[in-house]
């Protein structure tokens, strides 16, 4: 059994990753005239299941994540406007004892810029300064005055260095493989949640067939018992048994019949994307098909579920995520001592022209340096912050760890479920082949008054029950199958199912 195709039509208009639209390889559902088989039923399950449509939102949101974080660092155009009016003085004279002078004065201020952050922590901001001072003074004549230049700004300490201001990024970039890896094994498991319901279905739709043919043989036992009542060779008392039997077999029909309802209906959910689905309606599938049982290799399995699986690459990413934290943190210890400083060009004059044409000529130019520093008396919210995130990290690493054990002890538990449920086939086989002869046998006795009716009938119960027993092995060796690929991470190689490599979008 394989699966060639590439994940997932709905959305490919958006995720265009995804590749070729899943929903045109077949036809939109089974139907009571067509069979389903497992290839279609895992194409509908992939194409159109809930739990798909849901979780493939996940990258797609990681990736909008991941852009909104490298955003960080891209230049802002800036601009600002400020008109006021107020009133200014000119000191008194003591000598003279005059009292001070008032005079109104307006000023507009107009700035321009570009200004945004480097990874390692500097900022800047390329400006362009104009403003124009008048008052009572100068009889309010226009005073321009000019500055062009740059500003900057770098941490010496804390916020210094690619950890602390690439976090945001890094994170951004653990939360997307996380994400992908979230999708893998919402796939993986509807794979394998889908094979399994399959399974049960054909199963449900067997011991159903199993029930109503036991029904016929016995009722097909009562005919030939009543026919031979009516010519003297046999009791009314067998006619009665098989009649209480028959009787009780219509019970048992009626139970598998719903059963198989039942598990239709739970494989219609499986793959449809109604909200509503049709329920009660036939749904006839084809035999599942089977795989010969694997070679088991339990440290190549280990070594292939380490690096295949969604679950520990989660882990994985989790650590990773954590660290990203802890370095980002580590810089909250220190001590905020930034460099600061600009260097430019002014200009002056009674019209904009002049000032301006003052500042390009670059004859006045202006700069200025210094140094802040904000130091926090107890750094309580620093060494709270440090502290959590080497907790996290080594909850994380523990979390690790422990997804490392659960998976030895799955990809074991898958293994040992194979060589039994393999050993059930053979045995339930032999059984039930057992059954059939026995109960051929003693209808023969039966033909020839060396049997009872009573007999047959319970020959009859043990090859039904050898039936379903088979039946019921042969549906957990496939489900067997399933959970060793999810185990051992190979499902998707197993189905031939291909995701597009979101991290390189």
């Known amino acids: 059994m394989r699966l060639a195709f590439l994940l997932f039509a709905p959305l490919s208009l958006l995720y265009p990753s995804f590749g070729h639209s899943a929903e045109a390889a077949g036809p939109a559902a089974p139907t009571a005239a067509s069979p389903?088989?497992?290839?279609?039923?895992?194409?509908?399950?992939l194409a159109k299941n809930f739990v798909i449509e849901v979780a493939r939102y996940e990258p797609l949101i990681?990736?909008?994540?991941?852009?909104?974080a490298a955003g960080a660092f891209d230049p802002v155009l800036h601009a600002s406007f400020t008109s006021s009016n107020g009133v200014g003085t000119v000191d008194s004279n003591p000598l003279s004892n005059t009292p001070p002078a008032f005079y109104t004065v307006k000023n507009d201020s107009t700035e321009t810029g570009l200004r945004g952050q480097l990874p390692f922590g500097l900022s800047y901001d390329l400006v362009g300064t104009v403003n124009n001072q008048r008052g009572s003074y100068n009889g309010f004549a226009d005073s321009f005055y000019t500055f062009g230049g740059v500003r900057l700004r770098q941490p010496l300490l804390r916020g210094f260095g690619f950890g602390p201001n690439l976090a945001g990024i890094r994170l951004a970039r653990a939360n997307r493989a996380i994400a992908d890896a979230v999708f893998r094994q919402a796939v993986i498991d509807t794979i394998t949640?889908?094979?399994a319901v399959y399974n049960n279905v054909y199963f449900s739709q067997?011991?159903?067939?199993?029930?109503v043919h036991s029904r016929e043989l016995a009722e097909g036992l009562l005919r030939e018992n009543r026919r031979r009542l009516e010519v003297g060779s046999m009791s009314s008392a067998d006619v009665t048994i098989a009649a209480a039997r028959v009787a009780s077999l219509g019970d048992g029909v009626l139970q598998a019949e719903r059963g198989l309802r039942d598990a239709q209906n739970f494989l219609r959910a499986l793959i449809t994307g109604d909200s509503r689905p049709v329920v009660e309606s036939p749904l006839e599938i084809l035999p599942p098909g089977g795989r010969p049982e694997p070679v088991i290799d339990h440290a190549g399995d280990l070594a292939k579920a380490l690096a295949r699986r969604p679950d520990y690459q989660q882990a994985q990413q989790n650590v990773r995520r954590a660290e990203v934290g802890l370095a980002s943190s580590r810089s909250q210890l220190l001590p905020q001592i930034d460099l600061v400083g600009s260097y430019g060009y002014n200009g002056a004059g009674t019209t904009f022209n002049d000032s301006s044409r003052a500042a390009r000529n670059g004859n006045t130019d202006s700069w200025t340096a210094g140094a802040e520093l904000n130091l926090p008396l107890a750094l309580r919210d620093g060494r709270g912050k440090f502290r959590a995130a080497k907790l996290t990290v080594a909850q994380a690493q523990s979390v690790l760890r422990q997804t490392?054990?659960?998976?030895?002890?799955?990809?074991?538990n898958a293994a040992g479920q194979i060589a039994t449920t393999a050993q059930r086939v053979a045995a339930t086989r032999h059984a039930r082949e057992l059954a059939q002869q026995s109960l051929a046998a003693e209808e023969k006795l039966l033909q020839v008054g060396q049997s009872t009716t009573f007999t047959v009938l319970q020959f009859q119960?043990?090859?039904a029950g050898a039936q379903v027993s088979?039946?019921?092995a042969l549906a957990d060796y496939n489900?067997?199958?399933a959970n060793y690929d999810r185990a051992i991470g190979a499902t998707l190689e197993t189905h031939a199912i291909e995701l597009a490599d979101t991290g390189r979008r």
């Not at 389903?36 to 399950?45: F, P």
């Open 479 to 481: 489900i067997a199958l």
């Open 461 to 463: 119960e043990l090859l």
């Open 193 to 195: 949640r889908t094979i």
């Open 404 to 412: 490392e054990q659960g998976i030895v002890v799955e990809v074991a």
């Open 206 to 211: 067997r011991a159903y067939q199993i029930s």
């Open 36 to 45: 389903l088989s497992l290839d279609e039923a895992l194409r509908l399950a």
């Open 62 to 68: 990681a990736r909008a994540r991941q852009v909104e």
């Open 470 to 472: 088979e039946d019921r």
